[in-house]
């Protein structure tokens, strides 16, 4: 990796996506104040804010500005697919914890892949489960390949040196690896897994060895850790050590019953101190011209920024078919095998209208009454849930994206 000068930035990007001349000049302004609080890096000939957005100089992220800032397409332009339920880690704070069902089959994935990518998804998150677990991986890969960035989500358990390079050479961009903690037993404990850790590191060499791969680790941090600057330093510390080019950061969402607790949720003064030093992290960084970046999913979804666009430019379909608004979010709006994607896709759209903070952060109360202690929610339970919501204002970006 080597940081790029940003006015050749602006000058490739310009030559990949010469429609940005067409953008609003609101919104233009806002986006270029944004991407100067980050070096910009090249990694496979490609240059790469952070692994959250395609890369800037890339026919994904063309087509992101031809359809979601020129033609401003009211679907998602981000999306995550859980490719399997299975994973041999029992993650504490796992997000997929308590869905089940039949698993899609590899015909149903397919399509559920094409048909995001055809509704405008520029940018692919294949989670899990373990996604390593599926042999046709890189053919997923492949499927969206220069019409979407497309990043994997792991614990490093499968990896070999021959996948990694077919994942490359599919046309992956990024990868990011789960490492909680740089102390092994710490990192197994959370994971329900002895040998986590070590698999986890053998990973990250994995993906580096096959070149031309965007590589990172990510963190999820409970509220009394990612709250501590020392800590976010010894982890990015961490990170530099192994070699890799990000530090994906976020706290642990109360996206679990075990985490619907006002004592374990992040505030949102905490929320925007953690941004606030990224940007002086990633200031440092720049001026040395060499360190690894830091990429927090509060400083991408702060009312500063682009807030939580859960349900309206995010949504994610897990291993058995159920559409959710994010990750993060415990309820379903419908099966994919009884709706078409499309129209679960747009009745996402007409039920959330994003907001500044994050969806799960501010309503975790409204979603754990309604569970009765049974998660994610049905559908039913899910609509009469959202009845009870209140949509806080739009973040900086949305003011100027719709207007408001």
């Known amino acids: 990796m080597r940081f790029v000068h940003p006015l050749v930035a602006l000058a490739r990007a310009l030559v990949a996506a010469p429609r940005l001349l067409s953008v609003r000049p609101s919104l233009n302004a806002f986006l270029a104040g944004y991407f100067r609080k980050f070096p910009v890096s090249e990694v496979g000939g490609r240059l790469?804010?952070?692994?959250?957005?395609?890369?800037?100089?890339?026919?994904?992220?063309?087509?992101?500005?031809?359809?979601?800032?020129?033609?401003?397409?009211?679907?998602?332009?981000?999306a995550q697919v859980a490719v399997t339920?299975?994973?041999?880690?029992?993650?504490?704070?796992?997000?997929?914890?308590?869905?089940?069902?039949v698993a899609l089959d590899p015909l149903e994935l397919r399509r559920v892949v094409s048909g995001l990518v055809e509704s405008g998804v520029v940018w692919l998150g294949l989670t899990g489960g373990e996604p390593l677990l599926r042999p046709d991986l890189p053919d997923l890969v492949a499927l969206a390949r220069g019409r979407c960035a497309v990043k994997l989500f792991t614990t490093g358990m499968g990896v070999t040196k021959e996948l990694a390079r077919s994942l490359r050479n599919a046309g992956l961009f990024s990868v990011s690896v789960s490492i909680d903690h740089w102390d092994a037993v710490i990192h197994d404990r959370g994971r329900g897994f002895p040998g986590a850790w070590r698999h986890a590191v053998e990973a990250v060499k994995d993906f580096l060895e096959a070149g031309g791969l965007h590589v990172g680790i990510s963190a999820v941090l409970p509220r009394e850790m990612i709250c501590r600057t020392d800590v976010i330093e010894r982890v990015l510390a961490f990170?530099?050590?192994?070699?890799?080019?990000?530090?994906?950061?976020?706290?642990?969402?109360?996206?679990?019953?075990?985490?619907?607790?006002?004592?374990?949720?992040?505030?949102?003064?905490?929320?925007?101190?953690?941004?606030?030093?990224?940007?002086?992290?990633?200031?440092?960084?720049?001026?040395?011209?060499?360190?690894?970046?830091?990429?927090?999913?509060?400083?991408?979804?702060?009312?500063?920024?682009?807030?939580?666009?859960?349900?309206?430019?995010?949504?994610?379909?897990?291993?058995?078919?159920?559409?959710?608004?994010?990750?993060?979010?415990?309820?379903?709006?419908?099966?994919?095998?009884?709706?078409?994607?499309?129209?679960?896709?747009?009745?996402?759209?007409?039920?959330?209208?994003?907001?500044?903070?994050?969806?799960?952060?501010?309503?975790?109360?409204?979603?754990?009454?309604?569970?009765?202690?049974?998660?994610?929610?049905t559908r039913d339970a899910s609509l009469a849930m959202l009845s009870k919501v209140r949509f806080g204002p739009p973040s900086a970006f949305n003011r100027r994206y719709f207007g408001t």
């Not at 397409?73 to 981000?78: D, L």
């Not at 897990?318 to 009884?338: A, I, K, Q, Y």
């Open 48 to 78: 790469i804010l952070h692994s959250h957005l395609p890369p800037i100089d890339s026919p994904a992220y063309a087509r992101f500005v031809r359809l979601h800032l020129v033609e401003r397409r009211q679907a998602p332009s981000h």
């Open 239 to 377: 990170a530099q050590e192994l070699g890799v080019d990000e530090l994906w950061l976020s706290e642990a969402k109360p996206a679990v019953a075990s985490l619907f607790d006002e004592k374990l949720v992040l505030a949102e003064d905490e929320r925007r101190a953690i941004a606030d030093w990224q940007d002086r992290w990633n200031d440092r960084v720049r001026r040395a011209g060499r360190g690894v970046i830091l990429n927090y999913l509060g400083h991408f979804e702060g009312a500063e920024h682009f807030g939580c666009n859960a349900g309206r430019k995010m949504i994610y379909v897990d291993p058995f078919g159920e559409v959710s608004p994010c990750v993060f979010t415990p309820f379903s709006l419908g099966n994919v095998r009884e709706r078409p994607l499309a129209d679960l896709v747009a009745d996402m759209w007409r039920r959330f209208p994003t907001e500044g903070r994050c969806f799960m952060n501010r309503n975790w109360p409204l979603v754990a009454a309604a569970s009765g202690g049974r998660l994610p929610l």
């Open 85 to 101: 339920a299975a994973c041999p880690q029992r993650c504490l704070v796992c997000y997929n914890r308590d869905r089940q069902g």
